[in-house]
């Protein structure tokens, strides 16, 4: 079934490192897939998309590239600020489910200053 | 944009009791997802809707769980009786099927409903 795995966390970095959360999916098909981001006391929100093999979404410095041959979507930021906190979640999406996604477990993501 | 509202925030109950979550999806939404999150679980679906009616509700955990979408803008779920490994935050989100990029169907949540059985 589809399914996605992403690594495990907590992940802790100083301010201005590169960060990669790496994620990889099980899907037929050509699914869509997403980055979420949940803050401290929030509900998930959508951080980045890719709809097709090589696309590449990004959003507020994160980026990540749809790669089918790999099956992969790793989240990517060159320089982490404290307000990056947070936990991120990768996800896909089958066209044939009405809109369901298939979460990851979530990779906590700690900035010191 | 008032975006998905949850009701109440915090919920803390006995065991044995009725818990009932609310939703309000965003207007013109019409599918609607209740999560459920837990430090061992972390993130299920526990039960989606398209146009009021469920799809799946393979996640429900068992039968004392049970969800309603009565309306585009109303939807419950209950759990009854309650126990305390339902500890969790509960999270309602709704997406809109006809609009923007094919392929995405953007998921919009609400802030969680934490609930707490002693």
């Known amino acids: 079934g589809d399914s996605v795995t992403q690594m495990e966390g907590p992940v802790t970095l100083s301010e201005e490192a590169f960060l990669t959360i790496n994620c990889t999916y099980t899907?037929?098909?050509?699914?869509?897939l997403f980055w979420y981001v949940q803050y401290p006391g929030e509900g998930l929100q959508l951080l980045l998309k890719a709809t097709k093999a090589d696309d590449k979404g990004s959003n507020k410095g994160f980026e990540a590239t749809y790669r089918k041959e790999t099956t992969s979507f790793h989240l990517e930021k060159g320089s982490v600020q404290v307000s990056d906190s947070a936990v991120y979640f990768c996800?896909?999406?089958?066209?044939?489910?009405?809109?369901?996604?298939?979460f990851g477990r979530g990779t906590q993501l700690t900035v010191w200053p | 944009d008032a975006g998905v509202i949850q009701s109440p925030r915090h919920e803390v109950t006995e065991m044995g009791q009725e818990v009932t979550l609310r939703c309000k999806p965003i207007s013109g939404h019409n599918s609607l997802f209740w999560y459920r999150q837990t430090m061992m679980r972390g993130l299920e679906l526990l039960i989606y809707f398209n146009n009021n009616v469920p799809i799946d509700d393979s996640g429900m955990p068992e039968d004392r769980f049970s969800a309603k979408m009565p309306n585009a803008s109303f939807s419950t779920l209950k759990i009854q009786p309650s126990e305390p490994r339902d500890s969790a935050v509960y999270f309602c989100?709704?997406?809109?099927?006809?609009?923007?990029?094919?392929?995405?169907?953007?998921?919009?949540f609400g802030p969680g409903t934490r609930l707490t059985v002693t």
């Open positions: 996800a896909l999406r089958r066209g044939s489910t009405l809109g369901r996604l298939y």
């Open positions: 899907a037929t098909g050509y699914p869509s």
């Open positions: 989100a709704s997406s809109d099927r006809r609009r923007g990029l094919a392929g995405t169907y953007e998921q919009y």
